[in-house]
């Protein structure tokens, strides 16, 4: 057996953000940057472990909003638009830089980059990314999991146990529709948890999830593994928990890894810098500037001028930087093994974003942490937390407590005097719901009112995104954030009153179908009846025969 495992679990997250109604909308960038950025060189790398046929554990969570964003022909369409702008500004900047020799060279980098973007976007996966994860997972390299159908935060929506069982159950049917497959761990939002979530997990078929640290350290019963072994919430589904080392070596703002003065500066980007008749085509509404991902500059420090980047150092940095991640996991795991009954499992989970878009290195610095752990001569295996249970049967019981993995490690980052206000609305229309569903029980809908029905639980879903109080706490794009809550919710008013009495405008629908349009197989009737775990399990086992 092995003296101990490493669990690396990537969380790839985007808010629903698809606006059919406009030629083109500026938040969707969001996902055009993280194709771009994140999950294109993610892939870039994955296939580069595959040719070199290194043998790996990796987990990768997909929420629900951003499959359906992935696998959208309009946003595929649009990423067209975006990557091909991208890569007509780096052949401006190619002309524009010849006679700066650094600059060129890092101009000639970006078009190479963008081009070889496109060729696996486009050509090697036919525009769905999704395919690529799939390769990866089928190749058993990757174990893919998937989230609470928007990322609602479940811990400040449990004020109905329909609204987070829909949340949950709308979550793992969306992977399943698009993946084929039943995923056997599921992401809480923000690593949310309450006592009593478990159950609801059970129901959708889930075998693990993940909380953090304090989670398991303040237990109903003091755990004797710690974080270093997942613990039985009481009915066999299993809690895993963030370790704390890891976590600090990649996140901390000061000593993390992404902060150190070769790697890429964020923050330094040619759509702030350069003059703005020269750089119009390519920033938004050709006036305002934003980001555009061509940045010459290394991070340098806080107290001197930003110098050029150097791609080979950077990359050699990321090197070193695995290195030392993978020697201190194992000094780790030496420590834990003399002093517990199995094989620790350290999980150091991420958002994946963080790799390519503010670490640019991030993803070769993920790729060398896989290699040096295949290479490891003392007893360190990668490892999915699926994999982990299957090879240890019996494990520390008791009930995590509350917890996220949010500032002070409780629910205030989702609620405060920024957000507060959407929560009795979110209750309500919760109810409201409740109440339409509980009105059909044993009255065979129309099909029309069964339209109207499904689209009011898409409206509410939608609403209860974790990402709008998110960024109202931050004070990025505030206004966009209350103006996605505040149409969701009346567009779920509307409809409730339109089905109250019996008034519903097919036009009215047809167009709020266009606009929300993501969760073809919700049922606006799992929200008064839960199924329960057998017939359940039969329509998972439904969606993956089709």
Known sequence: MEKGFLGIILHAHLPFVRHPEYDSFFEEIWL??????????????????????????????????????LSDELLQSR????????????????????GIPEYHKLARLYRRLYQNTLNIFARQYDCNLLTAFQKFNAAGNL????????????????????????????????????????????????????????????????????????????????????????LNCGNNVMAFARDPESSRQVWSSHDGYPGDYDYREYYSDIGFELDLDYIAPYILDEHIRINTGIKYHRVTGTDRA??????????????????????????????LSTGMDRPPIIVSPYDAELFGHWWFEGPQWLEWVLRFADKDTNALQTISCGDYLQQISTHQQAVPSASTWGDQGYSSFW?????????????????????????????KASPLQERALNQAVRSLLLAQASDWPFIMKT???????RKRITDHLARFNYLRDCIRNNAIN???????EILDDVFPGVDFRDFNMPLQPAKRADKQKTLVDS
């Open 32 to 69: 055009f940057e993280a194709i771009t950025e994140c999950y294109v060189p993610l892939i870039r790398s994955l296939e580069r472990l595959h040719r070199d046929q290194v043998n790996y554990r990796l987990t990768l969570s997909l929420s629900p909003p951003l499959i359906s964003m």
């Open 79 to 98: 990423y067209l638009i975006y990557i091909n702008n991208r890569l007509e500004l780096a052949e401006k900047e190619i002309i524009r830089t010849r």
């Open 143 to 230: 174990e893919l999991i998937t989230c609470a159908a928007t990322h609602g935060f479940l811990p400040l929506l449990n004020k109905s146990e329909a609204a987070v069982r829909n949340q949950i159950n709308t979550g793992v049917e969306t992977f399943i529709s698009h993946l084929g497959f039943a995923p056997a761990g599921f992401w809480l939002p923000e690593c949310g948890y309450y006592p009593g979530l478990e159950k609801h997990l059970k129901n959708a078929g889930i075998h693990y999830f993940f909380v953090d640290s304090h989670g398991i350290d303040n237990a109903s019963i003091a755990p004797p593994n710690s974080v270093y072994a997942p």
């Open 306 to 335: 930003k110098e050029i980047y150097h791609p080979r150092q950077a990359l050699h940095k990321a090197q070193q930087h695995a290195h030392d991640f993978i020697n201190k996991r194992q000094l780790q795991i030496n420590r």
């Open 415 to 443: 609620i405060n005097e920024t957000n507060d206000w959407i929560y009795p609305l979110l209750h309500k229309a919760g109810a409201d719901m409740e109440k339409l569903a509980s009105s059909f029980t044993g009255v």
């Open 475 to 481: 004070g990025t794009t505030v206004e966009y954030a």
């Open 506 to 512: 097919e036009r009215y629908l047809c167009a709020l």
